[in-house]
């Protein structure tokens, strides 16, 4: 089994769970859980050990934030089709083309650079480390949910 499959079914990814992560508040909200990280972090700067109570919060939001939204069934917007097909290539790796694969790992490579320049400007507290890898990860992700929705597209177009 997978890494990316282990921490999923850790994080009690189940179908409800996809489906409820399908829900575009779900993904936004998550997006929005960056700079609220940076900032708990880069606190340290001025609360010291206090910064931890901030960063706990960003990441129980995280660990809860998969499971608190309304379901989404049949999903149209973009951030639900991204995640329907985020989903189909976690378990069925099969459904996914060469082109898409290399494309995929690219995107991965994108936001692995960019965490890594993150994590580095907030050990740091460099501001364009912290910013540019931020932006780096942010897009690389984007990328990679509008890819996963012309998966899942493609896949529900062929019944």
Not at 54 to 66: F, M, Q, S
Not at 130 to 136: D, I
Request: aromatic fraction near 14%.
């Amino acid at each position: 089994m997978s890494v990316l499959k282990r921490y999923a079914r850790a994080a009690g990814m189940t179908d409800e769970a996809w489906k409820r992560h399908a829900n575009p508040w779900s993904v936004w909200t998550r997006f929005a859980a960056i700079p609220l990280m940076i900032l708990a972090v880069w606190s340290r700067a001025w609360v010291g050990w206090w910064c931890l109570a901030g960063v706990a919060l960003v990441v129980v939001w995280l660990a809860a934030n998969p499971h608190v939204f309304p379901a989404v069934e049949r999903p149209e917007s973009w951030a639900a089709k991204g995640i329907y097909g985020e989903k189909l290539w976690l378990y069925d790796r099969s459904l996914v083309d060469g082109d898409h694969r290399r494309v995929q790992r690219l995107l991965i490579a994108v936001g692995a650079t960019g965490f890594a320049l993150l994590v580095w400007g907030l050990v740091a507290l460099e501001g364009w480390p912290t910013v540019f890898g931020a932006t780096l990860m942010v897009l690389g992700q984007l990328w990679r949910i509008d890819r996963l929705g012309q998966l899942y597209e493609r896949h529900r177009a062929a019944g």
